[in-house]
């Protein structure tokens, strides 16, 4: 264990952008927790990198340029899902973000929204019955309510029944 364990941190993800240039950046910072030996597990939902979820341990290496922690590879997976959504400005919910978040809460799902993209990254604990979470993000796309990508989910997130 390093002195620094249980000290809050940022990690650096580098992004990959595709064709269309998405994501909007090319960088995103993420708040962890620093457990040990370049180890940290990662402490709010991620908005832009992919098959990573609140929760996850991820090895980092200190760049010698400029000093910040990056990020080299995920060791373990929590079992939380990441899915992002994208609020409609001209749908029902008038690209509100915080209804977004209003309406995945009484599932136990939480997020954050940012308002430069008008994206909402939704954290999905992994003891949530998926199910409903499912149901609801089907309902809101068919409803052309937003549009979402599911970013970060596994087998049990699959196998829900909707």
């Known amino acids: 264990m390093s002195d620094r364990a249980g000290v809050p941190v940022k990690v650096w993800f580098a992004l990959d952008r595709d064709e269309d240039g998405w994501p909007p950046v ?54 939380n899902c990441t899915v992002r959504v994208i609020p409609f400005r001209d749908g029902a919910l008038r690209g509100d973000m915080q209804a977004v978040l209003d309406l995945f809460g009484p599932l136990g799902v939480s997020g954050e929204g940012v308002e430069r993209f008008g994206l909402v990254a939704l954290g999905v604990p992994a003891n949530a019955d998926f199910g409903p979470v499912r149901e609801l993000l089907a309902r809101g796309a068919i409803e052309e309510w937003w549009d979402f990508e599911e970013s970060c989910v596994g087998d049990a997130w699959e196998a829900a029944t909707i």
Do not use: C, K, M
Not at 38 to 59: E, S
């Open 26 to 79: 090319g960088v995103e910072s993420l708040w962890a927790v620093d457990v040990g030996e370049g180890l940290v597990r990662i402490d709010n939902v991620p908005f832009f990198v992919r098959d990573l979820a609140l929760g996850d341990i991820v090895r980092t290496r200190v760049d010698s340029e400029d000093g910040r922690l990056h990020f080299r590879e995920r060791l373990r997976w929590s079992g």
